[in-house]
């Protein structure tokens, strides 16, 4: 097999491993839909806009979460954000904390909202770990001279 | 923010504000192309909605908040002699849980103002509540779909808006494997359709009349009879 066709399907074995693991669902694919000659780069921006949203969040849900009394309203907002761009990106596991972590700022418990952000913050490092490996090997397929197909 | 000189008010209000909320480059055939406006809080989403937009050949208009898009649409209240005939938005689509105003209260503007209150408007929301999506297609929502938004649901609005003129579209109906309709609206052909699926149990019972035209003494309004 060449280089391509060995490159080729690596990606597709990966890509396929993401959706199997709950990495990323149909939402994802979608995505991947959006994109094409006039907007090569759509997938990585969104997701790198959707990586800072949640930082941003996350770091704010720390304050709201360390403070003497807990404003669990704010927390929850901040969680209804996450989960809600997590879905649009098509973040499976981040959004499925997201539900848990709903619960728990419903429920005021707090030790339970600082389990789920660092639940969010380990699926928020691989994901964007599995999505860099992605990219780069997107690139080193268009570098060998074939092209990224939609994903199915 | 646009500058208080209101003199030639229509075309510069507009380039103004298209320079800063960012209005696609769309093609050039104009007359064809559907306009919508997007309103979302979220980064993601606006960036989203503008490619799945985009993408569908519409031209965007993309702005963060309700209070934004009556200022695009010149319903904020500044004083401007000029109309806005020359804005031609076709299609509005707003997110439902906004900070400020959420997009069931821009609904409500848009449905108030003469001038706009023909515009469809569509209502995008994470969240499947029955009484809030019945709220906002009694006060006139063309549709309240559930997000994440996909390309087959821009399409599926596309054709409707652009399908109209006294044709109602037979309604696809929308199944995402096994889970609920994630569409609700009140055109009486969508209601038909949508009898035969399980999801047609969680309608508000009003909707649930086998006789499409009672669905529209749901409305408190002569004007959602007329649309039709």
């Not at chain 1, 490092?125 to 780069?136: G, M």
């Not at chain 2, 934004?68 to 649409?73: C, D, F, I, K, S």
């Amino acid at each position: 097999m060449d280089v391509l066709s060995q490159l080729q399907r690596q990606l597709a074995d990966f890509l396929a491993s993401l959706y199997r693991e709950g990495f990323v669902d149909d939402q994802f694919t979608q995505l991947q839909k959006l994109q094409d000659e006039s907007s090569p780069d759509f997938v990585m921006e969104v997701v790198s806009l959707f990586f800072e949203d949640c930082e941003k969040l996350v770091n704010n849900m720390a304050k709201v979460l360390e403070q003497q009394v807990v404003d669990f309203k704010q927390v929850d907002s901040h969680v209804h954000q996450l989960k809600g761009s997590s879905s649009s990106i098509g973040a499976a596991r981040i959004r499925n904390v997201c539900i848990a972590f709903k619960t728990f700022c419903e429920g005021q418990n707090r030790e339970g909202c600082l389990r789920c952000l660092q639940q969010v913050n380990h699926e928020h490092a691989q994901l964007k770990a599995n999505l860099q490996s992605l990219f780069t090997l997107e690139r080193q397929i268009v570098a060998a001279g074939g092209s990224v197909p939609a994903m199915q | 923010m646009f500058s208080g000189d209101m003199a030639t008010a229509g075309e510069i209000l507009r380039r103004s504000l298209t320079d800063e909320v960012g209005v696609s480059k769309g093609s050039v055939s104009g007359s064809e192309e559907l306009h919508v406006l997007a309103v979302d809080d979220s980064f993601v989403d606006r960036k989203v909605i503008e490619r799945l937009l985009k993408i569908s050949s519409c031209k965007v208009t993309v702005v963060e908040s309700g209070s934004r898009a009556l200022q695009y649409l010149g319903l904020d209240g500044e004083k401007s002699s000029v109309g806005f005939n020359d804005l031609k938005i076709n299609l509005i689509m707003t997110d439902y849980s906004m900070p400020g105003m959420t997009g069931y209260e821009l609904l409500k503007k848009i449905k108030e103002s003469s001038a706009f209150r023909e515009i469809p408007v569509v209502i995008m929301s994470s969240e499947n509540i029955l009484t809030r999506i019945d709220r906002c297609l009694e006060e006139g929502a063309e549709e309240y779909i559930l997000k994440p938004v996909k390309l087959s649901d821009v399409k599926r609005i596309k054709d409707v808006i652009m399908g109209g003129d006294g044709k109602q579209k037979k309604r696809r109906s929308v199944r995402k494997r096994g889970r609920e309709d994630r569409i609700y609206s009140l055109s009486p052909s969508s209601l038909v359709q949508s009898s035969s699926s399980p999801a047609f149990d969680f309608l508000p019972s009003e909707l649930k009349s086998s006789s499409p035209f009672s669905t529209l003494s749901l409305s408190k309004r002569p004007k959602l009879q007329t649309r039709d």
